[in-house]
């Protein structure tokens, strides 16, 4: 949570980009997907295990417990 807190620096504002550590960015995405429309987005049926892998840690990680059920 940490990530969403604090004070930013100057470049790092200018660039628009937060940086979160030890989240798939994929996964991130998916999350984000998740939380604005209360759906998962597809993902290929080769990738569904590892994706559902990775947004689990993720979701625990930023304590967003909600995607939980739907996985």
């Known amino acids: 949570m940490a990530e969403f807190f604090g004070g930013m620096m100057e470049e790092k504002a200018a660039v628009g980009r937060v ?3 030890g989240v798939d ?13 209360d759906s998962l987005p597809e993902i290929d049926e080769d ?18 417990p909600e995607i ?3 996985l």
């Open 19 to 21: 940086r979160i550590f």
């Open 47 to 64: 990738d569904k295990i590892p994706m559902a892998q990775h947004l689990l840690c993720s979701c625990r990680q930023i304590r967003y």
């Open 68 to 70: 939980e059920t739907h």
């Open 25 to 37: 960015a994929r996964a991130f995405k998916a999350m984000l997907h998740f939380m604005s429309t």
